[in-house]
């Protein structure tokens, strides 16, 4: 249940070339790419001239080190770089009057897939609802994953009840947030109620929800549960794991006289937020006041054409695939068949292959009709010219001779 940390890689220069991928189309390809060699090819022709001009430049110095230029002639030398360019950004300019585009709207393919793994029982639940615009009046989608623990019930019952809750709340559709803010807070009072009535639904479950309305993406989560989003390749975070050892989720817990034990919430629960676990003593109060909370944590943001797929898996994905892994072997899949619903099987298989010790929910959205285009690595050259310090001090000082011997023949004269 440890938070995954993804690091975006530097950009790595080696002889003179940046090379970073990018996700374009074969005509973005055919329009600009020849382009960008060539005016980086000129650019640097034209600096190596004018730097052979001014003096006798040795070339055993590329693609040496890049630390500072030391007294004697050694490695160590100091990079001159030209400016690179760039061709993510095209100007075309003509007479022609500008033709009105739509707005884009994704289009929502979902699947999803859950497997027991070697736990006991099936605590897992998932929802997929690829088409709410009959509710909406517009086109909407909504998405769930809902990780039990004691038990399976909590996480049929948010399964069932939960969309209807954020639908009928008063403050939809007018303010989102605060209606699926009510919605968890409402859910979880009832759940209370349902289990004085039975104990035998008496468990718990972490909540992660989607609700896609036209272009905008709300993600709610509860809990362990993650989603990310993949934009043109790049895994983007939509949730973060709601951890009772991480700094913000121990700070929320001990403000309401809770306390943290070896990642436990007051020795009981290994997750710091979650609707039911009303039969835990001390862990709830209604509003999500307690040290258990189930407050959700809200993102949100516009999608856009660049917007791939969302990856939604419960901790048993997580515990053995980091964003970027997970992202980069599904779009790989998504390339191959383009089918969420077996993107999401495989991403399973391989979750368990890799001994992932809970039950593995996943559930994949795909916000385009056609696969994922081809990665595209665009080489933006930067010219390198490495110079010996002691053999530019020499050409200065033959430079000077020259000059004082022109003018002493002048004088002679």
Same mark, same amino acid.
């Given at each position: 249940?440890?938070?995954?940390?993804?690091?975006?890689?530097?950009?790595?220069?080696?002889?003179?070339?940046? =090379?970073?991928?990018?996700?374009?189309?074969?005509?973005?390809?055919?329009?600009?790419?020849?382009?960008?060699?060539?005016? /980086?090819?000129?650019?640097?022709?034209?600096?190596?001239?004018?730097?052979?001009?001014?003096?006798?430049?040795?070339?055993?110095?590329?693609?040496?080190?890049?630390?500072?230029?030391?007294?004697?002639?050694?490695?160590?030398?100091?990079?001159?770089?030209?400016?690179?360019?760039?061709?993510?950004?095209?100007?075309?300019?003509?007479?022609?009057?500008?033709?009105?585009?739509?707005?884009?709207?994704?289009?929502?393919?979902?699947?999803?897939?859950?497997?027991?793994?070697?736990?006991?029982?099936?605590?897992?639940?998932?929802?997929?609802?690829?088409?709410?615009?009959?509710?909406?009046?517009?086109?909407?989608?909504?998405?769930?994953?809902?990780?039990?623990?004691?038990?399976?019930?909590?996480?049929?019952?948010? =399964?069932?009840?939960?969309?209807?809750?954020?639908?009928?709340?008063?403050?939809?559709?007018?303010?989102?947030?605060?209606?699926?803010?009510?919605?968890?807070?409402?859910?979880? =009072?009832?759940?209370?109620?349902?289990?004085?009535?039975?104990?035998?639904?008496?468990?718990?479950?972490?909540?992660?929800? /989607?609700?896609?309305?036209?272009?905008?993406?709300?993600?709610?989560?509860?809990?362990?549960?993650?989603?990310?989003?993949?934009?043109?390749?790049?895994?983007?975070?939509?949730?973060?794991?709601?951890?009772?050892?991480?700094?913000?989720?121990?700070?929320?817990?001990?403000?309401?006289?809770?306390?943290?034990?070896?990642?436990?919430?007051?020795?009981?629960?290994?997750?710091?937020?979650?609707?039911?676990?009303?039969?835990? $003593?001390?862990?709830?109060?209604?509003?999500?006041?307690?040290?258990?909370?189930?407050?959700?944590?809200? $993102?949100?943001?516009?999608?856009?054409?660049?917007?791939?797929?969302?990856?939604?898996?419960?901790?048993?994905?997580?515990?053995?695939?980091?964003?970027?892994?997970?992202?980069?072997?599904?779009?790989? $899949?998504?390339?191959?068949?383009?089918?969420?619903?077996?993107?999401?099987?495989?991403?399973?298989?391989?979750?368990?292959?890799?001994?992932?010790?809970?039950?593995?929910?996943?559930?994949?959205?795909?916000?385009?009709?056609? /696969?994922?285009?081809?990665?595209?690595?665009?080489?933006?050259?930067?010219?390198?010219?490495?110079?010996?310090?002691?053999?530019?001090?020499?050409?200065? =000082?033959?430079?000077?001779?020259? $000059?004082?011997?022109?003018?002493?023949?002048?004088?002679?004269?």
């Amino acid at each position: 249940m440890a938070v995954g940390t993804e690091v975006a890689h530097p950009v790595n220069i080696l002889d003179g070339v940046s =090379k970073v991928p990018v996700a374009v189309s074969s005509k973005e390809r055919g329009a600009a790419g020849d382009n960008t060699v060539e005016v /980086a090819a000129e650019t640097e022709a034209n600096m190596v001239a004018a730097i052979t001009t001014s003096c006798n430049v040795t070339e055993a110095g590329l693609g040496g080190s890049l630390s500072s230029i030391s007294e004697g002639c050694t490695d160590e030398t100091q990079p001159v770089t030209s400016p690179s360019t760039s061709v993510e950004k095209v100007d075309e300019k003509n007479d022609e009057e500008p033709v009105n585009v739509p707005d884009y709207v994704p289009e929502y393919r979902s699947g999803g897939c859950a497997e027991r793994g070697i736990r006991r029982s099936m605590e897992d639940a998932h929802l997929c609802v690829d088409d709410l615009e009959e509710s909406l009046g517009s086109p909407g989608a909504f998405y769930g994953v809902f990780d039990g623990h004691d038990g399976e019930a909590a996480a049929g019952y948010v =399964k069932e009840h939960l969309l209807p809750y954020i639908l009928g709340d008063a403050s939809f559709p007018t303010a989102v947030e605060e209606a699926v803010k009510n919605a968890y807070l409402e859910l979880d =009072k009832k759940f209370s109620e349902a289990c004085r009535l039975d104990d035998s639904l008496s468990s718990g479950t972490t909540v992660l929800t /989607a609700l896609v309305q036209g272009r905008n993406l709300l993600v709610a989560n509860a809990g362990d549960c993650r989603a990310v989003l993949c934009r043109k390749g790049v895994a983007v975070p939509m949730s973060r794991d709601h951890d009772p050892s991480s700094a913000w989720e121990k700070s929320r817990i001990e403000s309401v006289g809770g306390y943290v034990v070896d990642g436990y919430v007051n020795g009981q629960v290994t997750v710091a937020r979650a609707i039911g676990d009303w039969h835990m $003593q001390g862990l709830k109060e209604e509003g999500g006041q307690g040290p258990l909370s189930a407050m959700p944590e809200i $993102q949100s943001m516009v999608l856009s054409e660049e917007d791939e797929f969302l990856l939604m898996g419960c901790d048993g994905l997580w515990d053995v695939f980091t964003n970027e892994g997970a992202i980069s072997f599904a779009r790989k $899949q998504l390339q191959r068949h383009n089918d969420p619903e077996q993107c999401s099987r495989e991403l399973v298989v391989e979750a368990l292959r890799r001994n992932s010790q809970d039950n593995v929910t996943v559930i994949v959205i795909c916000f385009r009709a056609d /696969a994922p285009p081809p990665l595209v690595v665009l080489e933006r050259r930067t010219t390198i010219r490495n110079f010996c310090l002691k053999k530019m001090l020499s050409v200065q =000082k033959d430079i000077d001779i020259a $000059q004082a011997s022109a003018s002493e023949r002048r004088c002679v004269v």
